[in-house]
């Protein structure tokens, strides 16, 4: 009868394990695609590694000790007069002290070895990329080439990018999984970040952060190419009709669900800071809450600059 028990647990522990592994080959973050992901799925592992060590032992006890203290069980020991032991205390505060200090001086490394604004040491000149947040759409400037896109970063596989971020709306987040390090954009503000792909591919690109009736339809391809595809994008986008001037611009930005991809063969110079600019303290207003999609919407007052 114990054997049949003891069999029937194994197998159960067996399904579920083979299950959850099976299952974390669909989490993006756990299949990284270039050197900041590979090192924060490094950071994940080792995170729950030390935890298991209080985990696993909780599991097997919480078992184990049913089963063998039971009352059918004339074999075990009785000592209904037992209230201490030094070494289970040691070991209660000894294992956790030591798991949260490792934990400690491995956040603490790996933080500063992946702060998202060093840049990836390597010996191709990195693309610059502004990324803009709006309602619910992504805008990528390309201010090297003078070309922007929406919805659809292009880039060169194994070329680091070097990203500046902010937004045009609520505070939203900027997160590919599959090439690491989820980082906020905040109107009025600009943040930065260091990515890398290591093969060509397309990664799912999206935003994290709730910020509206859209907040679900707001991602985007992240496509990692070689460098000969990259400069015919390039080519192809500066045959583009579109310009985006400040009018253009203007027309993006109001809130809608599901923009098309659009590309534009010039940009406005200092677009990127422009829109920084409009919040600043002087000339920021409070916006208007109305509307279906519930997102907060400006009154557009961009005008030409010269």
Not at 146 to 174: E, G, H, Y
Not at 177 to 183: A, E, F, K, R
Request: glycine share 6%; hydrophobic share 45%; proline share 6%.
């Amino acid at each position: 009868m114990k054997r049949k028990s003891t069999t029937v647990f194994l197998g159960l522990a067996s399904l579920c394990a083979a299950f959850l592994l099976t299952n974390c080959s669909e989490m993006l973050v756990l299949n990284p695609k270039g050197p900041i992901g590979e090192a924060e799925r490094f950071v994940i592992y080792t995170a729950i590694a030390l935890m298991l060590i209080v985990v696993i032992p909780v599991f097997v006890m919480a078992i184990w000790f049913p089963w063998k203290y039971r009352a059918s069980n004339t074999k075990a020991t009785y000592s209904p007069k037992w209230s201490y032991s030094a070494r289970i205390d040691w070991v209660i505060w000894l294992i956790p002290i030591g798991i949260i200090t490792a934990l400690a001086i491995l956040v603490w490394v790996e933080t500063h070895r992946l702060n998202p604004y060093k840049p990836i040491a390597f010996s191709v000149k990195p693309i610059r990329i502004e990324a803009v947040s709006l309602d619910w759409k992504w805008l990528f400037i390309y201010p090297d080439h003078n070309i922007a896109a929406v919805n659809q970063l292009v880039f060169p596989a194994k070329v680091p990018l070097s990203f500046r971020i902010t937004s045009d709306t609520v505070m939203t987040s900027f997160f590919i999984p599959q090439l690491g390090s989820q980082i906020y954009a905040m109107a009025g503000m600009q943040t930065r970040l260091h990515l890398m792909a290591d093969e060509p591919g397309i990664y799912r690109g999206q935003n994290q952060q709730f910020s509206g009736a859209g907040f679900s339809h707001m991602h985007f391809k992240a496509m990692a190419v070689t460098q000969r595809e990259f400069d015919e994008w390039v080519q192809k986008t500066k045959q583009s009709s579109n310009k985006l001037d400040l009018a253009r611009y203007g027309e993006i930005q109001k809130p809608s669900i599901g923009y098309p991809v659009t590309y534009f063969s010039s940009v406005k110079p200092g677009l990127f800071g422009h829109i920084i600019g409009k919040y600043n303290s002087m000339n920021m207003k409070p916006p208007a809450m109305k509307g279906k999609y519930g997102s907060a919407q400006r009154k557009n007052s961009l005008s030409e600059e010269s």
